[in-house]
């Protein structure tokens, strides 16, 4: 990568850092587990719809243990709000007994292990090991998915390939917070039928085709 191109990308999350985002996850959580469950609950849904049924479930069940006493029948009323709400109290069960059974109730801290707990992909792995054990990982989502495109930081076609990329350019003084900066930007800002490009603090170094130009 040519230092042009370096020096832009780190001006981009330069800007970013400095607009004011909230520094965490959107999701309310109170350790490792709770954040794994809330992630899970949280794909095909929003983080808002997850965090009115939590605070009930965690109530009741907030370990392991707990939750696969709890069962998947009378799980079912806590999160049937939620879309796929009957795959996900599937994998939340199954995935609790998982934990018990070969990680002694513990969330694993590295990927290999974590994708293979049922109904934990990539992107869900990757947000437990960046908020849960602030590592570098570039959990990607559809903000961080369209605004890697929107901005020229990756072309891939798929989720896995745009991650994949963003480990390659990302500047490592960003590499923790990237996910998040782009996550929030997007919602706030970039969004994906409407951008706010007149109020964009990176609007300069952007030359989306999808960048609308505000005629004053």
């Known amino acids: 990568m040519n230092m ?3 020096d832009r990308i780190n001006k981009i999350f330069e800007i970013l850092s400095t607009d004011h985002l909230p520094d965490t996850i959107a999701l309310e959580y109170t350790d490792l587990y ?3 469950i809330s992630t899970i609950l949280s794909a095909q849904s929003t983080d808002v719809q997850v965090n009115k049924i939590t ?3 965690f109530k009741v069940a907030s370990t392991p243990k707990q939750m696969v006493e709890l069962g998947y029948d009378n799980l079912i009323p806590y999160v049937r709000t939620v879309g796929l709400f009957k795959s996900k109290a599937r994998n939340i069960i199954a ?3 998982m934990l018990i059974e070969e990680f002694n109730s513990q969330v694993p ?3 290999n292990d974590l994708i293979k707990l049922p109904g934990v992909g990539r992107k869900t792995a990757n947000v437990v090991l960046n908020f849960g054990f602030h590592k570098a990982t570039f959990p990607v989502d559809t903000h961080v998915f369209r605004l890697s495109h929107r901005l020229a930081l990756s072309t891939g076609k798929t989720p896995t390939q745009v991650e994949l990329d963003l480990e390659k350019i990302v500047p490592k003084v960003w590499a923790k917070e990237a996910h998040n900066l782009l996550v929030w930007h997007g ?4 969004k994906a039928r409407k951008p706010e490009c007149a109020k964009c603090s990176i609007n300069e170094l952007c030359n989306s085709k999808d960048k609308i130009i505000t005629i004053k």
């Open 4 to 6: 042009k191109k370096m």
């Open 34 to 36: 709770t954040l794994l």
């Open 55 to 57: 605070p009930a479930l």
């Open 95 to 97: 995935t609790s007994k």
């Open 109 to 111: 801290d590295n990927l």
């Open 187 to 190: 919602r706030n800002v970039c």
